[in-house]
């Protein structure tokens, strides 16, 4: 199994490349789209690159659960409730969603997931 340092190398290559940010910028704290620009477009992009790197499968929605931020189950005027937040924690165990929670926007939810988010879904993935 790689090591974390292995993962996180991987992993900024892959964000480097999908979305053309200097080294440097991907830090483990920096937010997949506030600080490095990632669009939903992108996404797709970072997950095949992850994938190929890491010889992993990522299922649809496994690492941007995005269809709850779009269920009405889930999200009220535009603000994901208790049962959302319950369901993006237990989709998202390797997620701080500590200040997502403080103000649970739907809007907010983009500037949530971080390099550090992103290496330990990795983590998980080749662990398992």
């Not at 292995?6 to 490349?17: P, S």
């Not at 053309?20 to 830090?27: A, H, I």
């Not at 409730?81 to 998202?92: C, T, V, W, Y």
């Not at 983009?110 to 398992?128: F, I, P, Q, W």
């Amino acid at each position: 199994m790689p090591s974390r340092d292995e993962i996180f190398e991987k992993v900024r290559a892959a964000l480097v490349d999908a979305l053309g940010v200097d080294e440097e910028d991907v830090t483990p704290e920096a937010t997949m789209v506030g600080d490095l620009g990632a669009e939903s477009i992108d996404f797709l992009d970072i997950v095949f690159r992850l994938e190929k790197a890491f010889s992993i499968k990522i299922p649809r929605g496994e690492l941007f659960p995005e269809d709850v931020l779009s269920s009405s189950e889930f999200v009220a005027d535009g603000k994901v409730n208790a049962a959302g937040i319950a369901e993006l924690k237990s989709r998202m165990p390797f997620a701080d969603l500590t200040k997502f929670e403080a103000n649970p926007s739907v809007q907010n939810f983009a500037n949530t997931l971080t390099v550090e988010d992103m290496v330990r879904y990795v983590e998980s993935k080749v662990a398992g």
